[in-house]
């Protein structure tokens, strides 16, 4: 039970991220200004798309109830987080 209750709280915080990057792809993103650099705002765009998918694909896991196919949400979220952020800094260089 606790085990479902902390990959739900991950799941929604993945969504949040997700729409939180969606509408800032045109804006200001801490010291980034989006606006000005289109390639940034692609990678906001399918980051938050990459993150939308990863949290469906654990909501469907997290019915399937085995504790260990949930570490498939958790890899593939920290791994699309992971990307994101390298890629940010290889855009910052």
Do not use: C, E
């Amino acid at each position: 039970m606790a085990i479902m209750i902390v990959m739900i709280i991950f799941i929604l915080l993945l969504m949040l991220t997700a729409w939180y990057l969606w509408h800032r792809r045109g804006g200001h993103f801490l010291i980034y200004d989006v606006g000005g650099n289109p390639r940034l705002g692609t990678i906001f765009k399918w980051t938050s798309i990459a993150l939308l998918v990863v949290s469906l694909l654990g909501i469907v896991i997290l019915f399937m109830a085995n504790k260990y196919a949930n570490l498939i949400t958790l890899i593939l979220g920290s791994l699309t987080i992971l990307i994101f952020s390298l890629l940010i800094n290889q855009n910052n260089g």
